[in-house]
């Protein structure tokens, strides 16, 4: 089954650190860029980070630069967000995704997501 | 950055109405715009890409137009399971924006 399936959120205090990880399978992991996207409680979509096929590109929001780091395992098929210095507005639904293209490109493929709460 | 406005925030319709969500980019962004529907509780969902392309599977209802900053999403006769939250996004550049998005009630 081609799917993404993200783990690694729960509850953390602020300024502390959080490792998500997202592991796909039914598809050619390596062949594809992918991104974080998440959804604070009852909010909207943002956009959070994303890197290409071999790492080569890396890209941020400027809410989450200097903080947030993405990287990828193409052995493992896994891709991952290392959140430090975590914030109670970093409390969201994480999302990975698989984008078809780069510039352009649709995210054609969504994990369920993994809840992150930054709270004392 | 460039912002995405999507009109209206929400919209109540009814079985079988044809509705309209608009979506304007701060610049242009050629065609690089793509629509999403979100369901409650469940991750979003692709229907257009590249303002107008219907993603496989999408049911033939959902169109898409527009180039530059002025989109808009069409849904020509809409089904139960059409209510539901869609967000437009740019992928012309980093950060890939989104709209607000657009809730979509039964009247």
């Known amino acids: 089954e081609v799917q993404l399936v993200e783990s690694g959120g729960g509850l953390v205090q602020p300024g502390r650190s959080l490792r998500l990880s997202c592991a796909a399978s039914?598809?050619?992991?390596?062949?594809?860029?992918v991104h974080w996207v998440r959804q604070a409680p009852g909010k909207g979509l943002e956009w959070v980070s994303g890197?290409?096929?071999?790492?080569?590109?890396?890209v941020y929001a400027d809410s989450v630069k200097g903080r947030f780091t993405i990287s990828r395992d193409n052995a493992k098929n896994s891709l991952y967000l290392q959140m430090n210095s975590l914030r109670a507005e970093d409390t969201a639904l994480y999302y990975c995704?698989?984008?078809?293209?780069?510039?352009?490109?649709?995210?054609?493929?969504w994990g369920r997501g993994t809840l992150v709460t930054v709270s004392s | 950055d460039i912002q995405m406005t999507q009109s209206p925030s929400s919209l109540s319709a009814s079985v079988g109405d044809r509705v309209t969500i608009t979506c304007r980019a701060s610049?242009?962004?050629?065609?690089?715009l793509n629509w999403y529907q979100q369901r409650p509780g469940k991750a979003p969902k692709v229907l257009i890409y590249?303002?107008?392309n219907l993603q496989s599977g999408v049911p033939s209802r959902f169109s898409g137009s527009g180039s530059g900053t002025d989109f808009t999403l069409t849904i020509s006769s809409l089904q139960p399971e059409d209510f539901a939250t869609y967000y437009c996004?740019?992928?012309?550049?980093?950060?890939?924006?989104f709209g607000q998005g657009t809730k979509l009630e039964i009247k």
């Open positions: 039914g598809f050619t992991f390596d062949d594809y860029a």
């Open positions: 890197i290409n096929w071999n790492s080569g590109s890396i």
């Open positions: 995704a698989k984008i078809l293209g780069w510039s352009g490109g649709y995210f054609d493929l």
């Open positions: 996004q740019q992928t012309y550049t980093t950060p890939y924006t």
């Open positions: 610049q242009s962004i050629s065609r690089s």
């Open positions: 590249a303002a107008s």
